[in-house]
């Protein structure tokens, strides 16, 4: 691997996960985000070199719903701003390759979605082919039963072996202020729950919910200044598989596998046993089980706790805003490493990986390796 | 392959998508203010500029704006342009005037008709008020202001608004 420029991390702000803020539109929303996430990374705007955000027209009922944002992250004087039509993750990534490119410096990474103005449901059915799925009227949770059944058949993993899944993600959820579910339940409870879409139960599926976020990047140089713990980014890579579900192997995610090998590389690491903590972007226990397979790591399952911590956050299955899920599995890596964790920290934790997801069944996928250490001398 | 001698299917897909948006608060302090016929603004911490509809953050200064001021209904057209081709949704006899108003004391506008005078008769500079619903037909949203009239008084020089266009 040739040597890249050094890029870290410096500074995160959220707003409260909630099912829906009545009182802030969603540029009001990220406004105390932004200033907080700058102030957290001790600078001003004008010391930020570029902007990009991540989130959805359809979420948010507009067309170019960014422009809204324009205002409360500070355009003005005219900026380099960006946007991506995706989970504010791959913003971050946007902006990790401008940084290579050495167009800018520093940077700030906007994540918002009101889910609470529109129909969620609805609009992931139209993510779709109009023709064969979307008419049939299947959304997330249906094409994720879909998968869950195809894997449990495949790998032998019962309902019980969801439930247990699910409640170590409520176990950890109650150790993080930030989330939205902040209580443990038991898998015996959980599997009380009724079933949604067979054979995902309500406590095997995350709530509804909605933020904001705001992450501050910067290269190697300005980083130091911004950061008392920059989290410098190792290796990243983003692969993307065919829409269509059924030309897809729903029980394995050949995208995070290859994802992954590509990020491991730029990292120079072996694999992912040589992370202490991982957190991964999966909406369903089936998907945690997929995205452990892929990436190398033991199911977990029976009690099992070897290798690295998993979902120290709680995973989305305690939050899922739309849009922003995905960035804050980055924020969470941060946290780890740059002792910002809590009550949740990783002790000795030195380096991390993080996955995140979008479009139905694991259709997407982008694996980061962070550290607490420089990549490239 | 022979291309199809009859149109290939399609489907046709009414999109349903609920969608509620919410005013925010400062948004909703200013469209409830329209029914006691108030126009509300708010001033920047960093700049003292005031804008109207109120804003949380001033866009320029990046800086909060948590105070609220109320402004006159009063104000200067700056631009201006005169509609000369019906607009569908609108009943209102042609040709008529839209301009934006820029009320004494905000540093934006806010736009409206013109009316209550000739067309031509509208120049920038143009003094203006307001014109309300009655009592009890204002339900607290932008029609509540009917539209602009002339006051009659002196033009305003471009140089008084220039930096408001």
């Keep these: ?54 989130s959805s027209d359809y979420i948010d009922g507009r067309a170019f719903s960014f422009s809204q944002v324009m205002e409360v992250m500070g355009a003005w004087p005219p900026v380099q701003d960006s946007h991506v039509e ?90 993080n202020p930030d989330t939205q579910l902040r209580q443990a339940v038991s898998a015996a409870e959980l599997q009380k729950t009724p079933f949604v879409t067979s054979p995902l139960r309500e406590g095997y599926l995350p709530p509804i919910g909605e933020t904001a976020t705001c992450l501050v990047l910067a290269a190697e140089g300005k980083a130091e200044k911004m950061c008392d713990k920059p989290v410098w980014i190792h290796g990243v890579d983003h692969r993307i598989e065919l829409q269509t579900i059924g030309a897809r192997d729903l029980t394995s995610s050949a995208s995070t596998k290859l994802a992954a090998k590509n990020a491991f590389a730029m990292a120079g690491v072996k694999g992912v046993n040589d992370a202490q903590v991982v957190e991964l972007g999966s909406t369903t226990p089936v998907e945690e089980l997929i995205l452990r397979d892929a990436l190398g790591l033991s199911s977990g399952l029976g009690g099992k706790a070897d290798g690295p911590v998993v979902n120290p956050s709680g995973s989305p299955l305690c939050a899922n805003p739309l849009m922003n899920t995905g ?27 993080v996955h995140a997801s979008a479009g139905h069944c694991l259709q997407q996928n982008i694996v980061w390796v962070l550290g607490t250490e420089r990549r490239w001398a | 392959m022979e291309p199809p001698k009859e149109r290939v299917k399609f489907i046709q897909t009414d999109l349903v998508l609920p969608y509620h948006y919410y005013a925010g608060d400062y948004k909703a302090l200013y469209l409830r203010a329209l029914k006691d016929k108030k126009i509300l603004g708010s001033k920047c911490s960093a700049t003292g500029k005031v804008f109207v509809p109120p804003l949380m953050s001033s866009p320029d200064a990046h800086a909060p704006c948590e105070e609220i001021v109320e402004l006159p209904d009063k104000g200067i057209v700056t631009t201006f342009c005169v509609v000369n081709v019906p607009v569908y949704g609108r009943d209102i006899e042609l040709p008529y005037v839209v301009a934006s108003v820029a009320l004494d004391g905000a540093d934006v506008s806010i736009y409206g008709l013109v009316q209550e005078c000739k067309a031509e008769d509208v120049e920038m500079g143009t003094r203006v008020q307001a014109v309300w619903k009655p009592d009890g037909e204002r339900q607290g ?25």
């Design chain 1, 327 to 353: 960035l804050l599995r980055l924020a969470e890596g941060f946290r780890q490493l740059s002792g910002r964790a809590g009550e949740r920290a990783v002790s000795g934790a030195k380096r991390a990986v």
């Design chain 2, 141 to 165: 949203d932008h029609t509540d202001i009917k539209y602009f009239k002339p006051t009659g008084e002196p033009k305003a020089p471009l140089e008084s608004f220039i930096h408001r266009l």
């Design chain 1, 86 to 175: 995706m989970d504010a993750i791959w913003a971050a990534h946007l902006v990790w390759v401008k940084m290579q490119a050495e167009e800018c410096d520093t940077a700030i990474i906007a994540g918002f979605g009101k889910v609470s103005e529109g129909s969620p449901m609805h609009v992931l059915n139209l993510q779709l082919d109009p023709f064969y799925h979307a008419s049939l009227g299947l959304d997330h949770v249906s094409t994720s039963a879909l998968q869950a059944s195809a894997y449990m058949a495949k790998a032998g993993v019962d309902d019980a072996g969801l439930a247990e899944v699910a409640a170590r993600n409520r176990a950890a959820g109650a150790k």
């Design chain 1, 1 to 54: 691997m040739s040597k890249l420029r050094n890029v870290a991390i410096v500074g995160f702000a959220q707003a409260p996960i909630v099912a829906d803020d009545p009182h802030r539109t969603a540029p009001e929303m990220l406004y105390p985000v932004v200033k907080q996430a700058l102030k957290n990374a001790n600078v001003e705007r004008k010391d930020i070199d570029y902007q990009c955000a991540g």
